[in-house]
């Protein structure tokens, strides 16, 4: 590929990360800025939805990715688990919650932060994969987070009688329905954590032609 040719898809993808960094940003923000106008709302509760999470950690991957896009290879880990919390947003939404109330503030919104931003982050990972192979086991690290996460909302609900989803909460399907439920998405996220992996070295085989560089 030319090199004039390599610079201006360069460009195009950093300008869409910025845009679609900006478009995440301007989703949450009107979503807490709608919440803050709401009798009860707790910004406390609004940053313990995974999808906020999640989301807030897309703007800084596609931020930083579009304007510096660091080589390393704890960036690229980085990139990587974002991706796959952004998968595992998109895939819980379609699959447990398209019909549950989760805190957004309107259908553009829902669709930016549950359905676009799942894709886009992916098609990223896919079409610009990390510079340096990443291992199964590296990639098992990315399960920290949701591992936190599930542990942080399942100590924090009884305190403050609030839980972000219903499969996280005991209080009407008793703990052993909830601990199998757990389980079940604790394999499920497994496997999709080895599956982000794979898309992205599918990725990078074919951006190289079906080689890998030398070095990496």
Do not use: C
Not at 57 to 65: D, E, K, N, R
Not at 83 to 112: E, F, K, P, R
Not at 144 to 169: A, E, K, N, Q
Not at 176 to 196: H, I, K, S
């Amino acid at each position: 590929m030319p090199a004039a040719s390599g610079n201006r898809i360069t460009i195009v993808v950093r300008v869409l990360r910025v845009a679609f960094a900006v478009l995440t940003a301007v989703a949450l923000g009107t979503i807490l800025r709608r919440g803050l106008d709401t009798e009860g709302f707790s910004v406390v509760n609004y940053f313990s939805y995974f999808t906020v999470l999640s989301n807030v950690m897309t703007v800084i991957v596609l931020a930083i990715g579009g304007l510096v896009d660091p080589p390393g290879r704890n960036w690229q880990l980085f990139r990587g688990a974002v991706t796959l919390y952004m998968v595992i947003t998109g895939i819980i939404y379609a699959v447990l919650l398209s019909n549950i109330d989760v805190g957004v503030a309107s259908d553009w919104t829902n669709d930016v932060v549950h359905r676009i931003m799942p894709v886009v982050i992916l098609l990223d990972w896919v079409l610009v994969p990390s510079k340096t192979r990443i291992t199964e086991a590296q990639s098992s690290i990315w399960l920290t987070f949701p591992l936190v996460y599930g542990v942080y909302s399942l100590i924090r609900g009884p305190i403050v009688d609030w839980y972000p989803y219903p499969f996280l909460d005991p209080r009407a399907q008793g703990y052993p329905a909830m601990v199998v439920g757990l389980v079940v998405l604790t394999v499920a996220f497994v496997l999709m954590a080895l599956a982000v992996n794979a898309v992205g070295r599918l990725g990078d085989r074919w951006r190289h032609g079906g080689h890998t560089p030398v070095g990496v």
